[in-house]
């Protein structure tokens, strides 16, 4: 079982957008008579673990042995959750041909559908009335993420903003959203850049995350197309025209020494997958 990271909000698409990214959690079920969980990560070992919580939800672990390898960092905005509930439910539903509705179950586990949409479905994702509509990474497209060594807790994030924003910041996001889902449609990456934009929360969080913001903000200056805070944050995901990757990756080495590192994760087409051993 092989499920990708995933970066949410994406700029002006604050709890409705996602894109899938190529870092990914494997997750091996085996029957072996016992339940146990085996990982080098620093997660949870016994059925508290959301690999096996997500299992469970569609069927009992009871006589299975759970292998987890990711290349998910597990804090700071990259959908580590998201993949290991996408993970779990996907092998249940598998293994005992369940036939399970996997957006359903998995937003239930969740709390909110971005990540797991974009884990389940791959490429870019939009959420609307209970519904993911998907769309294709555009070819030439690509990201890094600048992943901080200090976490955010996702509770201070939601708690920093407020419940009602000014209409010109509604008025503002929505039009950004609506010319970021243009660039990608069309490849056009003048309007993509223009549509990363934000004024609802990446701004009204930026006292938990001051280094991570601010590279949002030059981001342009370094050569990407521009940055999104992904999630809650606190990582940045830069995006990249595929020619200027590696000139960015260079510009910002001397930007986030000592607080930072440089993750390569392209955008994702492919999304939760079962290979058979």
């Given amino acids: 079982m092989r499920v990708p990271a995933s970066s949410a909000n994406l700029g002006p698409g604050f709890d409705s957008m996602a894109a899938a990214l190529s870092p990914r959690l494997e997750l091996e079920v085996e029957e072996t008579g016992k339940f146990g969980v085996e990982t080098e990560l620093p997660v949870a070992r016994g ?3 959301l690999c096996v919580r997500a299992f469970e939800q569609l069927h009992p672990a009871d006589g299975f042995t759970f292998r987890i390898r990711s290349e998910i960092p ?17 092998a249940a539903d598998h293994l005992f041909e369940l036939d399970a509705d996997l957006f359903v179950e998995a937003v239930a586990l969740e709390g909110h559908p ?28 690509e990201a890094l993420a600048v992943v901080p060594t200090e976490a955010v807790r996702t509770r201070a994030a939601r708690a920093a ?6 209409m010109e910041e509604a008025v503002f996001n929505v039009a950004h959203a609506a010319l970021l889902m243009l660039g990608l449609a069309r490849g056009d990456w003048d309007l993509l850049g223009r549509g990363l934009q934000d004024r609802l929360h990446q701004p009204r969080r930026a006292h938990l995350f001051p280094r ?9 200056e370094l050569g990407a197309l521009g940055a999104t805070i992904s999630g809650a944050g606190p990582t940045v995901l830069v995006w990249c025209f595929y020619e200027q990757t590696g000139a960015v990756a260079e510009a910002l080495a ?20 079962v290979v058979e051993l």
């Fill in 47 to 49: 059925r508290e673990n």
């Fill in 74 to 90: 597990l804090a700071g905005g990259l959908g580590s959750s998201a993949a290991a509930i996408v993970a779990g439910l996907t």
């Fill in 114 to 141: 971005d990540n797991v949409a974009a884990a389940l479905h791959g490429g870019f994702v939009v959420c609307a009335d209970d519904e993911v509509t998907r769309l294709d990474p555009p070819t030439g497209l």
């Fill in 161 to 166: 903003l407020p419940a009602e924003v000014p």
């Fill in 212 to 220: 991570s913001y601010e590279l949002v903000g030059r981001a342009r």
């Fill in 254 to 273: 001397p930007e986030i020494e000592g607080w930072a590192s440089l993750l390569r994760a392209s955008f994702e087409p492919q999304g939760a997958y």
